[in-house]
């Protein structure tokens, strides 16, 4: 741990008794077990929705999704199977041109998984109809196929029972996996839709681990126990905060969330990101933290710019001194001394959302502050969660990824998941066999 940090006091660990469990489903691991894939279409749903340049030559700029489907997709094909693979890429419905449309296509991504495969993977020019049937006549044993963007039907979202018997019937699929965590929160037809028209509904590697530590987390989590919490804003993730409370024995509140809960405390925060309508919520999920028995952290110190821009003049000052036409950026030093002097003690913490505009390397310190003792309990033996979305990009970015225990592909999946909400991605999906 760093010289700057300062003892904090012993973390009081808060004991509860949890009913969150994992669902019981089966898996790809367990079917290859049992059955004979060989020759036999399977349909994997994985989640492919990579970041793409947005101007100029179309190409991939973050491949993580992809290289964590790649696993599922190697044990069918392995197993001599004939894959299937579909997935949705963007918002197709929100394009305002066709050529922004078509920069949504599939294309980029098939070429590479064609080079981290190390064989061509065949495309179809759509995900049901003829063009599809034709391309899976040309499928072999242990080869892939890649289907068109899902989303280039309104169906899709809808979860039209059609559509999603389209999806099956065209490329003649027995068997589902669904890999794609990031769409599990999702009831749409290629996630949950398409499981009445197989013969087996699995969860694949990627889920099933997503399952696994997110559950586990949740169930029974080694103590103490913490979540830092992030982002821009304390409505989007009200029902998490409430959930995590019943849970967690240290609640880390970052981010321009944090301005909320210190306005409602009665501070001036200047230029800071405010929720206007959200002040009396903010003071009763402190209020429950307290009754609770959770300690909450919130900033004590902060960097201030006069503008949003990475080359904005700064102060590092207390909370209660933010100067009127200036805004919050970044945790301060002493703030961020105390966050990572209690994370150090945890032995699970999950992170969700920055502590600051990370994007501008000025304001970018508190993220990576956590992202650096979240690495150092890593390696002495702590679970560590990173749940998805910015901080997935900030821990990138970092480069300390691989130090992590768990890097969730989902951000809204794993935020539901920890409120305890039904997944329909996953509650489809065929029980385990006793």
């Known amino acids: 741990m760093?010289?700057?940090l300062r003892a904090a006091a012993p973390i009081r660990t808060v004991r509860r008794s949890l009913s969150t469990a994992p669902p019981k489903k089966d898996t790809l691991r367990e079917l290859v077990k049992r059955t004979n894939l060989r020759s036999q279409v399977v349909l994997v749903r994985a989640d492919l929705n990579l970041p793409l340049t947005k101007t100029g030559a179309v190409e991939i700029t973050d491949a993580t999704r992809l290289t964590e489907a790649l696993p599922?997709?190697?044990v069918l094909i392995d197993a001599g199977a004939r894959v299937v693979c579909c997935s949705h890429l963007g918002r197709p419905k929100k394009a305002k041109t066709p050529e922004e449309k078509d920069r949504m296509k599939l294309l980029p991504v098939a070429e590479r998984m064609s080079q981290d495969l190390g064989f061509d993977v065949l495309t179809a020019g759509d995900c049901i109809g003829p063009s599809v049937t034709d391309a899976v006549s040309n499928l072999k044993d242990g080869g892939v196929l890649l289907l068109e963007n899902t989303r280039f039907h309104p169906e899709e979202e809808k979860n039209d029972a059609g559509f999603a018997e389209a999806i099956v019937k065209s490329c003649r699929a027995t068997v589902f996996?669904?890999?794609?965590?990031?769409?599990?929160h999702r009831a749409h037809a290629s996630t949950a839709g398409v499981v009445p028209h197989v013969n087996h509904a699995v969860a694949g590697l990627l889920l099933e681990k997503e399952l696994d530590y997110l559950y586990g987390a949740v169930a029974e989590p080694k103590r103490p126990f913490a979540a830092v919490v992030g982002g821009a804003k304390v409505s989007s993730k009200i029902s998490v905060l409430e959930s995590l409370m019943e849970k967690v024995d240290t609640l880390v509140i970052g981010g321009g969330m944090a301005f909320t809960f210190l306005k409602a405390r009665g501070l001036e925060v200047g230029k800071s990101l405010v929720e206007e309508d959200q002040l009396e919520l903010a003071s009763k999920l402190e209020a429950m933290a307290k009754a609770k028995g959770v300690e909450m952290i919130l900033p004590s110190d902060v960097i201030a710019a006069d503008a949003f821009a990475p080359d904005a003049k700064t102060l590092t000052v207390a909370v209660d001194a933010i100067p009127a036409d200036y805004l919050g950026v970044d945790n301060g030093?002493?703030?961020?001394a105390l966050i990572q002097s209690k994370l150090s003690q945890c032995k699970t913490v999950i992170w969700n959302g920055p502590m600051g505009v990370f994007e501008f390397d000025a304001f970018s310190r508190g993220t990576y502050a956590v992202a650096e003792t979240l690495a150092e309990v890593t390696d002495a033996g702590a679970v560590t969660i990173?749940?998805?979305g910015d901080s997935v990009a900030a821990v990138n970015k970092s480069g300390l990824a691989a130090?992590?225990?768990?890097?969730s592909t989902g951000g809204g999946a794993s935020l539901e998941l920890l409120e305890g909400k039904v997944l329909p991605g996953v509650d489809s999906l065929d029980?385990?066999?006793?």
């Open 2 to 4: 760093t010289s700057m």
């Open 72 to 74: 599922t997709l190697r």
């Open 177 to 184: 996996v669904n890999d794609a965590f990031g769409a599990a």
């Open 333 to 336: 030093p002493t703030t961020t």
């Open 386 to 388: 990173i749940g998805g």
């Open 403 to 407: 130090r992590m225990s768990h890097i």
């Open 431 to 434: 029980d385990a066999r006793a």
